[in-house]
């Protein structure tokens, strides 16, 4: 099981940015893929974006593409979400995933483990 930490998240203007980190711990962190999902109030967490094992491959859901960009340091067992030219529509908590395999997918259920979010918030 990999334990995920989440920071980097605050309160910014529209057209603002904000870099999400996601630190990782206990299992083999370059060994899966990782994602970023959001959930705002009274909707459905939704997938934001995804990074392969090797960070070669991406990505990332219509409505954040061109926007927002995801790396990872394996080195660092971290995973990145730069988030750019913010709108009020993209206020949410943010969680990171570790997924079951190394490619990228979307479903939730792909997902074995989650941090514990943090929230972003886009004032207009």
């Known amino acids: 099981q990999v334990q995920l930490a989440e920071s980097g998240g605050g309160l910014v203007q529209a057209g603002g940015s904000l870099r999400l980190s996601c630190a990782a711990s206990?299992?083999?962190?370059?060994?899966?893929?990782m994602g970023w999902f959001r959930q705002a109030p009274g909707k459905e967490r939704e997938f934001v974006g995804g990074?392969?094992?090797?960070?070669?491959?991406?990505y990332y859901a219509d409505s954040v593409k061109g926007r927002f960009t995801i790396s990872r340091d394996n080195a660092k067992s971290t995973v990145y979400l730069q988030i750019n030219s913010l709108k009020p529509e993209d206020t949410a908590v943010y969680y990171c995933?570790?997924?079951?395999?190394?490619?990228?997918?979307?479903?939730?259920?792909?997902?074995?483990?989650w941090g514990q979010g943090t929230q972003v918030t886009v004032s207009s």
């Open positions: 995933a570790s997924n079951r395999f190394k490619v990228v997918t979307t479903s939730l259920a792909d997902f074995s483990s």
């Open positions: 990074i392969s094992w090797s960070g070669i491959s991406t």
């Open positions: 206990g299992r083999t962190f370059s060994s899966y893929a």
